[in-house]
């Protein structure tokens, strides 16, 4: 009694909210269902100041749902597999489970003192096998539409962490992970076919417009990349003893098919060497070599000059029949459209550089009114008029594409084509640290799904230490026991699949098994799953823009496609919080710029934190942990809290007979606050709170005093809505103030708008003594600002007819008295 004491409440709380079940929803259809998740934590060590902001920010939108009355679902849980674990076992010589599971109950602790309200009875890892038997049985149905499938060919690979990357892995050129370039390999892999999807991942984002930022779909548009053109068909001639074949490209301005003048395909695809004759062959394998060495930052730099190999061959233009030289170049990428092209040097720059360095001819079908590219070296793009093109001489570029396309399509030599940038996802690891394949592989019959009553296929617990080194080759391979197993077709000897499932396969459905995590019927339960879903609101870093976000996105439509589930998209509203810096930096170990979250917590306590994390700024923008003041927040909570030991009123007072002024405070604020909170606006909540404090505290010490039921009225509110930020301090007030546990569920206090209206007075003013004017003021304004006001009045200006003023005589709230000159 009597001490603020941060230390006290965080021992005490805890225990009465899990009694409680405070967090766990009702769950049985009598209050609206509402579901509000964060971005699981990967459990690497303790939890850092970005989970302190990122859970603090998803926790204020889960409670202020719930003190709005919505049965609330907010969950929290472990995307627990992956490569950290993995190299923590062999450096230690464990097993990554060890490493793995240690962390999680670090975390977990530290998620409890930090007070997320989550329902804890549904925490589930993606690592446990009761997760990952239905990561797996989601595999099969995946597979069994035809949704993952394995193909050869040349994958994103890191040299240093030995395992391949899906294109969203690869930053830069890039390893997402450890920053080593990125080279490519040619492997058997697993993919899924998400480019099936492109269209609707494409389309549906409309739905999303207004409720994700910008940005995340700004990236995810791009990322998709649709690009309108047409497919056309050449056919490359006989020569050098190779025969005659067809190749189509894929271009976006099929207007300048009649510029085409030569023809170029990418050196690593397998095309080149399908191509090239007997006397290029040599040449072109050494150039081979050659590209293969260079990272994808250094092929697609524009600064690089460019560089190829002739192949010996030539395409004929299906519109003209001219002869292109084929060339094998790297500027042209093996996996973006066909790998092929028709350069058009004049209207296309990297095709210029490449004419220029190779002294290709360079010819102008669109005049553009710039100078003629041959010249000036700067290939035209803009609108024009066609020429030198046969029949699509005199059109506009913009009548040219359809009459070009039109003209293919009668000669049966292409099409329209709509081109995506998106590509398949590469799916498999070779690393041990995720979830097994389900496939078997077996001599006489293939591919054999693994039937679903034996799954999960369990990880062997045997393997550790240096057995899970990275050798290229999946870790899984050694595990004989594992590996050999009987055909569940015909029985004969196979093996099992040895690669492990890309972690983000784990997280693109994790918020469905969190409607029933215990469900052991199916990946969720289908009576719960449209209660609940889809997410209302998703909260967690833009570092997720492309990866996550679209794999989710991704595998929702693939669930909801089979049936399973109504929704299509999987968060209807996305927010993403900044990120914590120390000094105007991202905080790193090299830095040395480090804050740890413990030495927080212990030194201001819980609340104090939130509060400062919450208060710093917009939850969009960064904070700088160098520019705020935890200890600020903290005296602030001392004050909010102190406010419980000077009400004079029971509960249940009628508040009706409360100080008018401090009532209007109070209403207002919790107007002000709910609009706030629904539009994201958390630190001006804060800030309205804190007014609210200080009026509370001025009439506590003025007038009534704590006995003015306005003050139990206002304390009240300040509990209920510092319990969205400060959940420790606002139980505690809620307790002195006489209610039982928990504020959590109080409810959002109803506002009334009668107090809402500000007291005004009447203002006469006279001018020479007769009254020209009655104004409404506030009973507060000063004398200046009436004075102003009187002056302005237009019945006063004509009432004075031009004559200066000698004297005005103001009274505030009540009279002005004006004196012409
Ligand atoms: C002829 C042409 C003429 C082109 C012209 C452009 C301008 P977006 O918009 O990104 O889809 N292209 C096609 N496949 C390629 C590959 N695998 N590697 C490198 N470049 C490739 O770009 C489509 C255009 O990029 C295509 O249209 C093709 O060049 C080139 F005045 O065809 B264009
Ligand atoms: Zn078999």
């Not at 998620?111 to 804890?120: G, L, M, P, T, V």
């Not at 070599?289 to 697609?300: F, G, T």
Request: some cysteine; proline content about 6%; hydrophobic content about 40%.
């Amino acid at each position: 009694e009597g001490v603020y004491s941060f230390a006290a409440m965080e021992a005490k709380w805890p225990q009465v909210w899990e009694d409680l079940k405070v967090f766990t929803p009702v769950d049985d259809g009598s209050r609206e269902r509402r579901y509000v998740l964060d971005m699981f934590p990967y459990p690497s060590g303790d939890l850092h100041m970005g989970h302190a902001e990122a859970f603090a920010m998803g926790d204020v939108v889960a409670r202020y749902l719930r003190q709005k009355g919505f049965d609330v679902l907010h969950p929290i849980g472990w995307d627990s597999f992956g490569l950290p674990a993995e190299n923590a076992a062999i450096k230690r010589n464990a097993h990554p489970s060890e490493w793995t599971y240690t962390n999680i109950d670090t975390q977990a602790a530290s998620f409890k003192r930090y007070a997320i309200s989550a329902d804890w009875s549904r925490r589930l890892h993606t690592s446990d096998p009761e997760y990952y038997r239905w990561t797996q049985w989601l595999f099969k149905r995946f597979y069994e539409r035809g949704l993952a499938y394995r193909k050869d060919s040349p994958v994103n690979w890191c040299p240093k962490d030995l395992t391949v990357l899906a294109n969203e892995q690869v930053v830069n050129g890039a390893c997402e992970r450890c920053g080593t370039p990125v080279t490519k390999k040619s492997l058997n892999q697993w993919y899924f076919k998400i480019t099936e999807y492109a269209d609707r991942l494409l389309d549906d984002m409309s739905e999303l417009q207004g409720h994700w930022p910008e940005r995340v779909l700004a990236m995810q548009r791009n990322w998709i990349g649709r690009s309108e053109g047409a497919h056309v068909r050449f056919v490359i001639e006989a020569a050098g003893g190779r025969p005659e074949k067809e190749v189509t490209v894929f271009t976006t301005r099929p207007d300048t098919l009649y510029g085409a003048t030569f023809f170029v395909v990418a050196a690593d695809a397998h095309l080149a060497l399908d191509l090239v004759t007997p006397e290029q062959h040599d040449e072109l394998m050494a150039y081979r070599e050659k590209v293969k060495a260079l990272s994808e930052i250094e092929r697609q730099s524009t600064e690089r000059e460019k560089t190829g190999v002739f192949t010996g061959r030539y395409a004929i233009n299906p519109l003209n029949g001219e002869k292109l030289p084929v060339w094998a170049a790297d500027y042209v990428l093996a996996d973006y459209g066909t790998g092929a092209i028709m350069a058009v040097p004049a209207h296309d720059q990297r095709d210029l550089d490449f004419a220029k360095a190779f002294g290709l001819p360079v010819r102008a079908v669109l005049d553009t009114g710039a100078e003629d590219p041959a010249e000036s070296g700067v290939a035209t793009s803009g609108e024009g008029t066609l020429q030198n093109s046969g029949e699509l001489d005199g059109l506009s570029k913009a009548e040219a594409i359809p009459a070009a396309i039109d003209i293919l399509e009668k000669l049966g030599t292409g099409e329209k084509f709509v081109n995506f940038r998106l590509r398949d996802w590469l799916l498999s690891r070779q690393r041990f640290w995720g979830t097994p394949i389900p496939i078997i592989h077996c001599a006489e019959c293939g591919e054999v799904p693994v039937p679903d009553e034996q799954l999960p296929v369990v990880l062997p617990s045997d393997l550790r230490g240096e057995a899970l080194a990275p050798k290229g080759t999946s870790p899984l391979a050694a595990a004989a026991e594992w590996v050999n197993v009987e055909c569940p077709n015909c029985g004969r000897a196979a093996q099992r699949d040895t690669d492990t499932m890309d972690t983000f396969v784990d997280s693109s459905w994790y918020f469905l098994r969190f409607v029933s995590p215990h469900y052991t019927d199916g990946p969720f339960d289908p009576a719960k799953i449209n209660e609940w879903m889809p997410v209302g609101q998703y909260v967690g870093g833009v570092e997720h823009a492309i990866l996550h976000l679209l794999y989710a996105r991704f595998f929702t439509k693939v669930v909801h496609d089979m049936g399973l589930l109504d929704a299509d998209e999987p968060f209807s509203a996305l927010l993403n919080q900044g990120q914590v810096l120390n000094g105007g930096k991202a905080m790193s170990k090299s830095l040395g710029n480090g804050v740890d979250l413990g030495e927080q917590l212990d030194k201001f306590g819980v609340d104090a934190v939130r509060l400062t994390m919450i208060f710093a700024s917009p939850p969009e923008d960064d904070v700088d942990w160098a520019d705020v003041s935890p200890a600020g927040s903290a005296k602030f909570l001392a004050r909010a809290w102190r406010l419980g030991q000077d009400v004079g009123s029971e509960p249940g007072v009628d508040f009706s007979a409360g100080d008018r002024a401090l009532r209007a405070v109070t209403h207002r604020t919790i107007a002000e606050a709910a609009e706030l909170l629904d539009n994201n606006k958390f630190n001006v909540v804060v800030a309205k709170l804190m007014e609210l404090v200080n009026a509370t505290r001025k009439t506590i010490d003025s007038g009534a005093g704590g006995a003015d039921p306005a003050v139990r009225e206002a304390a009240e509110a300040v509990a209920v809505i510092l319990s969205l930020f400060a959940p420790y301090t606002a139980e505690d007030l809620w307790n002195q103030l006489g209610h039982p546990a928990s504020v959590a569920n109080a409810g959002w206090p109803v506002h009334d708008a009668s107090l809402l209206v500000q007291e005004t007075v009447t203002a006469v003013v006279q001018v020479q003594g007769k009254v020209r004017d009655r104004l409404e003021v506030s009973p507060e304004i000063a004398e200046d600002a009436l004075r102003e006001l009187a002056l302005a009045s237009e019945n006063v200006q004509r009432a004075l007819d031009g004559r200066g003023i000698r004297t005005v005589i103001v009274r505030a709230p009540k009279l002005v008295n004006i004196v012409p000159a």
